[in-house]
């Protein structure tokens, strides 16, 4: 997809400069992934996709009823074949599932095709922002400061294999963007 023109030209040649890499957000639930790389894919005129969008799609229901149903693993396992399908349409923003990055043949994919964005947020701010919708299958039922607390002593050693990692405090969308367009020109200088 061509950058659009409402892109300034600094982010045109930024988008350009992936050489069809995509750029993937991974992360904690709440985190922003998916509000923050819509902001993010619209001020580089790129496409942005969200993979758990993308699984329900091809799955025919919801991630949670294929939790609920399924199981994780097998959720997991069509996770990856929707990101792997993805992956091949080169350069876009793409907001990952929290544990997406978490499985090793995921991450190995991600870092090959695409720049990986760790948004990185305290605790407290993610427990807040996820508290706000009962849609997430990690936390039915559970207290989400102690949910969350538990996974980033899991998932934050392997989310800072990624390319980039950009803090995420309690801020407008737009000062998040701004930083990750920022590191991005750094790390693709």
């Known amino acids: 997809m061509d950058p659009s023109p409402a892109a300034p030209a600094s982010h045109n040649t930024l988008a350009e400069s992936l050489g069809g890499r995509a750029i993937a957000l991974v992360g904690l639930m709440g985190s ?3 509000t923050v790389g819509r902001r993010l894919a619209a001020a580089l005129g790129l496409a942005f996709r969200d993979a758990d969008a993308e699984i329900e799609q091809a799955a025919g229901r919801s991630v949670s009823d294929i939790f609920a149903e399924l199981g994780e693993p097998e959720f997991r396992a069509g996770e990856r074949r929707v ?3 993805l992956m091949e349409s080169g ?3 793409l907001a990952t599932g929290g544990g997406a990055y978490i499985d090793p043949a995921t991450r190995a994919l991600l870092r090959e095709k ?7 947020a305290d605790i407290e701010i993610l427990a807040r922002r996820v508290a706000r919708r009962d ?3 990690l936390l039915r039922g559970k207290d989400p400061f102690e949910v969350l607390t538990a996974l980033a002593e899991k998932r934050h050693p392997v989310y800072a294999e990624a390319d980039i990692v950009v803090e995420t405090p309690d801020s407008a969308h737009d000062l998040a963007v701004e930083r990750i367009i920022a ?3 750094d790390y693709l200088a």
Do not use: D, E, H, N
């Open 32 to 34: 922003g992934k998916t």
């Open 83 to 85: 990101i792997a399908r």
């Open 91 to 93: 350069s876009m923003v």
């Open 114 to 120: 695409a720049v990986t964005i760790w948004l990185k």
């Open 135 to 137: 849609t997430r299958p």
């Open 183 to 185: 590191a991005l020109k």
